[in-house]
């Protein structure tokens, strides 16, 4: 094997590349060629690092650059690679914070804890071996020689993971129903077809650590005694599809996955499976529907997926966050897992931040960090230096938090008590330049778009918001068309047939709370 | 075979990525993904030749084809020109955008245009929003934080590419 002195991984996701990362690393190619040290240094290509534009990592000092354009690579050739000296100006801001996950030196963003994306820019996610060597497919050996399936259930019961799709049902007591459910055939599916618009979070897993989440489903298939597993990834997310194929292959060239893994008698394989771009599949009985080769429409539950899900058989769904954090808690048990976080809401959360703030990108933070710190400390306020007017938090189908409730603390518990969610993980912060009735009107669009037409509430019920909304922005509405709506929004809540148009008014409803005066100003005068 | 008249389409590639799938349980989106990547779309006599092939009927093939945004059944331009309107794009202009792109290019949203050169669609989140408003060509090309004005430019681009 080649030795470097150092590694420079860089991240080279969409975001990345509209930022210019192509330019930056074909000048870096170039300067170290010059400088004759393409033997020392090797440039590792890797997905987002959850930070704002081009950024790198420069390994071993793990000193982190951000917003580096072309321009910058020669003196950050020249000081930290030749001479040793890192360049002040580009690093990222330092952290304060200790960081929990032992042998990171990396300085976060403020607050930061990372399970899920410990790995993500730190190994070659197209290499498996860096992936063994930071105890990748540890935890899947230790389960499968020292642990009976029930055990490995009580583990992560223990942990009281809850499921990071939206929902938050407890992972433990999900795998629990489908162990007891007797069947020839069971199946385990990743769901990774993320729709939600603002959320990146899943593909930055895949893209940059694709075999936590391949070692996690094996974990989980080992548990319910399962032998097939599905990954079911959004068509749009062309390299998540690429590194999660490539890493199959690795797997199985390694024996992590095909017959008798690890000598045992336990086997499974996965398959992939492309999302055709509807928001209803990320539903997991329309995503089970979808894999079936159908129209992805949800079905009736109860049976519940565990009982009788992919072609009948009982069938796990987990999100892909959730199962990023299994091998973690193989490894360092679930009582070092409820230490992070607050009580009854365990670990960390990955949140996506965007909109008007300084540092947008992808964090993790224990649970129960209130979105007033996240706005602070981390997203480190507006960038327009307007004022905030509300955070859209969980993706369209979230809540609508106006400034001053942000005091609010993001953990499952609080936000259920408070009837909110904390969805896919997105939090958008819009400053108030914004209209009320504009911002609703394209979150309108969106389901308008998405409800896939199988129940008439969520089919029906978001065509009228829509045209009420549009109504409104264009200042034509009537007094009346409010409160209609408030009743309608009502209904939707509570006859839709899936979450799809259930979760569809939550908007809506925390905006008329809120902002109904603001709405109001839609009313053309003298209308009633 | 194919056939030499040069009007018949060669389905020797479908038919066989029909008989690789054939007896699989739940192939029928994969299939379709291939099928129209190679043939650029899912025609109905594509359909019919998949449906006869796997042994589905035609109307859940169709029933499937017309629900997902991303298969389609009329071929696609050279150049497909995607906006961004996710929530993040909407608010920094994605609306106008499409306005403009429509009217450069003579075509609605959905439409190709008669030289077959470009087609015009409207995406959800890319998952690139803090660059927004984004527009993408065929996936490959991405333009950040674009402006109305930057959109002849653009256009114009392409067609000196294939005038060369």
């Known amino acids: 094997m080649k030795f470097y002195r150092s590694h420079i991984i860089l ?17 870096l190619e170039k300067q170290l060629k010059e400088k004759n040290i393409v033997n020392e240094i090797r440039i590792v290509e890797t997905g987002s690092l959850g930070y704002n534009g081009v950024s790198m990592i420069i390994y071993p000092e793990g000193i982190i650059y951000t917003g580096i354009k072309p321009e910058d690579i020669k003196e950050l050739v020249e000081e930290h690679l030749i001479k040793g000296r890192p360049v002040k100006r580009l690093m ?33 996610p197209e290499n498996i071996i860096e992936y063994i060597a930071k105890d990748g497919y540890m935890a899947l050996g230790k389960v499968l020689n020292e642990n009976t399936p029930k055990e490995v259930i009580d583990i992560v019961k223990n942990s009281e993971l809850k499921g990071r799709g939206g929902a938050a049902f407890p992972t433990g007591k999900k795998w629990e129903f489908t162990y007891n459910t007797e069947s020839s055939q069971k199946y385990v599916i990743c769901n990774a077809d993320e729709g939600e618009p603002g959320t990146f979070k899943d593909r930055l ?12 489903m094996a974990i989980c298939a080992y548990a319910i005694g399962a032998n097939k597993g599905y990954i079911y990834v959004r068509g749009e997310y062309k390299l998540s599809i690429d590194r999660i194929k490539k890493a199959i292959k690795d797997a199985e060239e390694h024996n992590f996955l095909g017959e008798n893994i690890f000598d045992s008698d336990f086997s499974f394989n996965i398959e992939v499976c492309l999302g055709g ?18 129209r992805g429409e949800p079905r009736l539950k109860p ?38 976080g607050v009580k009854g809401s365990a670990g960390t959360k990955v949140f996506t931040i965007l909109g008007d703030i300084n540092e947008k990108g992808l964090i993790e933070v224990p649970m129960g960090i209130s979105l007033k710190e996240v706005f602070e400390n981390i997203a480190k306020g507006t960038r327009s230096g307007k004022k905030v007017k509300f955070a859209h938090i969980g993706g369209s189908s979230g809540n609508i938090v106006p400034f001053n409730n942000f005091d609010i603390k993001l953990d499952l518990n609080t936000l259920a008590s ?13 400053s108030e330049d914004i209209h009320i009735n504009d911002y609703l009107k394209s979150v309108a669009k969106f389901f308008k778009h998405e409800s896939c037409g199988k129940c008439t509430p969520c089919r029906e019920g978001t065509f009228r918001i829509y045209q009420f909304m549009e109504k409104l922005n264009k200042k034509e509405g009537k007094k009346s068309d409010i409160s209609k709506m ?43 | 075979m194919a056939c030499e008249c040069g009007n018949c389409i060669d389905y020797s590639v479908l038919d066989r990525i029909v008989e690789e799938s054939r007896g699989k349980e739940g192939i029928l989106i994969n299939v379709l993904h291939s099928v129209q990547e190679h043939y650029g779309a899912l025609t109905p006599d594509i359909q019919k030749r998949i449906s006869d092939g796997l042994n589905i009927p035609l109307s859940q093939v169709y029933g499937t084809v017309t629900f997902y945004h991303f298969f389609t059944m009329v071929p696609k331009g050279k150049y497909v020109i995607k906006i961004c309107t996710g929530t993040a794009c909407y608010v920094r202009g994605a609306n106008k955008l499409v306005e403009n792109f429509v009217d450069k290019l003579g075509i609605e949203v959905g439409q190709t245009t008669n030289d077959g050169l470009f087609s015009l669609e409207t995406v959800r989140c890319v998952g690139a929003c803090s660059l927004a408003p984004v527009v993408t060509i065929n996936d490959v090309d991405i333009y950040k934080r674009v402006s109305p004005k930057e959109i002849d430019g653009i256009i114009a681009g392409y067609r000196q590419k294939e005038a060369e």
């Open chain 1, 205 to 216: 897993i895949m893209e940059g650590d694709p075999h936590a989440v391949i070692e996690a």
């Open chain 1, 92 to 124: 990222a801001i330092e952290s304060s914070q200790k960081d929990i996950c032992a042998g990171k030196q990396e300085k976060l963003l403020d607050g930061q804890v990372r399970i899920v994306l410990k790995n993500a820019g730190s190994i070659d």
């Open chain 1, 11 to 27: 991240g080279m996701d969409t975001p990345s590349l509209l930022a210019g990362a192509k330019g930056v690393r074909d000048t």
């Open chain 1, 486 to 528: 408030k009743d309608l929004c009502k209904v939707m809540k509570n006859a839709s047939f899936c979450g799809l148009g259930q979760a569809a008014v939550n908007p809506f409803l925390d905006a008329m709370t809120h902002f109904e005066k603001e709405m109001m100003e839609g009313v053309k005068e003298g209308k009633k």
């Open chain 1, 418 to 430: 408070s009837d909110l969610t904390h969805g896919s993980g997105v939090i958008l912060f819009v």
């Open chain 1, 277 to 294: 771009g509807a928001y209803v599949c990320g539903e997991e009985t329309a995503l089970i529907e979808s894999i079936e080769g159908k």
């Open chain 1, 303 to 340: 049976p519940y997926p565990p009982v009788c899900g992919l072609f009948g058989k009982p069938t796990i769904v987990n999100n892909v966050e959730t199962l990023a954090n299994i091998p973690q808690i193989i490894l360092n048990g679930s009582d070092w897992f409820k230490k992070l």
